[in-house]
């Protein structure tokens, strides 16, 4: 059972840290924004399914109820997360920010 | 009369300033809120007022006069805002731009004309309309409803977890403010009127308030929620609970619609017509 928590843990994070590594490098906000609503909710997603599975330990009606409301908190930030990156990449195109192309300086 | 407000503002800085010199030390295991309060609110809450969560308990109880100024405090907020940035304009502006629902097509109203009256095929849109977009216009639907709830839940949950009237209200006015920011400002306003605003804000300091006369009315001293057994025909114990929980709500309606109205007044300039 730790073991899977471990796993789910350590993939989460191995997610996480794929999006802040795209959120340095990518050359410009579209590109930016792709590793920070991506990365983020699958990170976020393996980490609390981790945290789910390692609540239930001592497995009750209290304990799984506890793990059920984490999993609603994945499903509502399933919901609202690539919500807001689209909404921001909305904003962008509306405001005239023209998409980087190759061979461009980044910005 | 700038230098006079200055004046003021550095006298009660330095007044303020020279009052916390009386201050016991910073933690001071000797001091006499730790020595005498803390204890007692660590020991007692429960056989007290039997709420688990002692945050709430001294929030809403020990320390009620605190919370209701603090609420009072809020709505005050959202009373200066309305005076400062309302802006009550008699005449319609001379362009008004509709939008007809079924063909999306957008037509200008020149000042004095007209569009069929009572007609649900026409909504008045911004100048700076942009269309709705359907994936956030979806999920903000879709989101609305739980956010309330769990606002809701908040307020409720008060006693047994991290939550109460402001936590609540807060949520409750953000998801009508997420209703403003993914479709726009009139959709909001018409959902929740400025008049529902106005009224809802002073009816929570109101109940708060009451509560408290209640009780003094009943015969104890104002905010102590014991009184209230006689009323809601339970033991003096769980009356204090309960006299909380109305408390909270309250502060929840306080909050809520002052965070609507502040809101509404900030993003359009207080003139209440367009606005994000």
């Known amino acids: 059972m730790d073991i899977i928590v471990c796993l789910f843990l350590f993939a989460g994070l191995f997610f996480?840290?794929?999006?802040?590594?795209?959120?340095?490098?990518?050359?410009?906000?579209?590109?930016?924004?792709?590793?920070?609503?991506?990365?983020?909710?699958?990170?976020?997603?393996?980490?609390?399914?981790?945290?789910?599975?390692?609540?239930?330990?001592?497995?009750?009606?209290?304990?799984?109820?506890?793990?059920?409301?984490?999993?609603l908190i994945v499903v509502f930030v399933f919901l609202a997360s690539p919500t807001a990156t689209h909404a921001i990449v909305d904003a962008g195109v509306r405001a005239g920010l023209a998409p980087w192309t190759k061979g461009e300086k980044r910005r | 009369m700038k230098i006079i407000g200055l004046i003021i503002a550095v006298l009660t800085g330095a007044l303020l300033i020279y009052g916390t010199?009386?201050?016991?030390?910073?933690?001071?295991?000797?001091?006499?809120?730790?020595?005498?309060?803390?204890?007692?609110?660590?020991?007692?809450?429960?056989?007290?007022?039997?709420?688990?969560?002692?945050?709430?308990?001294?929030?809403?109880d020990y320390r009620s006069y605190d919370t209701m100024f603090e609420t009072t405090v809020i709505f005050s907020g959202g009373v200066v805002?309305?005076?400062?940035?309302?802006?009550?304009?008699?005449?319609?502006?001379?362009?008004?731009?509709y939008r007809h629902v079924l063909t999306g097509a957008t037509i200008r109203v020149k000042e004095g004309g007209k569009i069929p009256p009572d007609s649900d095929d026409f909504e008045r849109i911004d100048t700076l309309w942009t269309p709705h977009d359907l994936i956030i216009k979806t999920?903000?639907?879709?989101?609305?409803?739980?956010i309330q709830l769990f606002g809701l839940y908040v307020i409720a949950h008060g006693h047994h977890s991290p939550g109460g009237g402001f936590q609540g209200g807060v949520i409750l006015g953000a998801s009508i403010m997420l209703l403003a920011i993914?479709?726009?400002?009139?959709?909001?306003?018409?959902?929740?009127?400025?008049?529902?605003?106005?009224?809802?804000?002073?009816?929570?300091?109101?109940?708060?308030?009451?509560?408290?006369?209640?009780?003094?009315?009943?015969?104890?001293?104002?905010?102590?929620?014991?009184?209230?057994?006689?009323?809601?025909?339970?033991?003096?114990?769980?009356?204090?609970?309960h006299g909380i929980l109305i408390v909270e709500i309250g502060v929840g309606?306080?909050?809520?619609?002052?965070?609507?109205?502040?809101?509404?007044?900030?993003?359009?300039a207080g003139k209440y017509d367009e606005g994000l």
Not at chain 1, 45 to 70: C, E, M
Not at chain 2, 139 to 146: D, N
Not at chain 2, 199 to 223: D, E, H, K, R, W
């Open chain 1, 16 to 71: 996480f840290t794929g999006g802040a590594v795209g959120i340095l490098r990518f050359p410009d906000f579209y590109c930016r924004l792709h590793p920070a609503g991506k990365l983020d909710t699958l990170g976020l997603l393996l980490a609390l399914i981790g945290l789910a599975l390692f609540n239930l330990h001592h497995f009750s009606l209290g304990t799984l109820l506890t793990s059920a409301k984490i999993i």
């Open chain 2, 21 to 60: 010199v009386d201050f016991p030390g910073w933690a001071d295991p000797a001091s006499p809120a730790s020595t005498h309060l803390s204890p007692h609110f660590i020991e007692k809450t429960m056989e007290e007022t039997s709420v688990p969560n002692i945050v709430t308990a001294v929030l809403a």
């Open chain 2, 81 to 97: 805002c309305f005076i400062l940035l309302r802006i009550f304009r008699r005449k319609e502006p001379e362009d008004r731009l």
């Open chain 2, 139 to 146: 999920v903000c639907r879709l989101l609305i409803p739980f």
């Open chain 2, 182 to 241: 993914s479709q726009d400002l009139r959709t909001a306003v018409q959902r929740m009127r400025e008049k529902v605003d106005a009224l809802l804000s002073p009816t929570g300091v109101f109940i708060y308030a009451g509560t408290g006369a209640l009780c003094l009315l009943l015969g104890l001293n104002f905010m102590d929620y014991s009184a209230l057994a006689s009323v809601l025909y339970v033991d003096p114990v769980t009356a204090r609970s």
């Open chain 2, 253 to 268: 309606v306080a909050v809520m619609a002052t965070i609507i109205w502040i809101y509404n007044n900030l993003s359009s």
